[in-house]
């Protein structure tokens, strides 16, 4: 049996799913991408009249997306600290590895979970990264 968490500060889902489900002492996040609550706004990102990428900025983004795992995680009662495991997909690692990496050593200096990131074709909404992770509650 596991328990349905949802915040009410980090974006809605895009989908049928929970922000989080707790296990035993464990704290698994669904897909968290970098989008603001209440809008459809993505930090850093330009789109056409379509809804097609014109621009991105990936240092925005990843500030964001770290931003909305800390809120989830806080409000299902655990901690960045208590991060375990995080799975990140990058639609453009050859651009993007590299500012991402600086980023994230700079969010993870004290607690350094697991990493595992992963280039994909493309994510659900004119994203350029997201993460999965599972912390301890």
Known sequence: MSDKLNSNRA?????LYPHARKVGNLLFLSGVGPRERGTKKIPGVELDAEGNILSYNIEAQCHSVFKNVK?????????????????VF????KADFKTYNRI????FKENQPCRTTVEINSLPT????????????
Do not use: F, H, R
């Open 11 to 15: 974006p809605e889902p895009v989908g």
């Open 71 to 87: 809120l989830i995680l806080e409000d299902a009662g655990s901690s960045w600290d208590q991060l375990v495991d995080v799975t």
């Open 90 to 93: 990058l639609t453009n690692m």
């Open 104 to 107: 994230y050593a700079e969010y």
């Open 126 to 137: 004119p994203i350029a990264i997201e993460l999965k992770c599972i912390a301890t509650i």
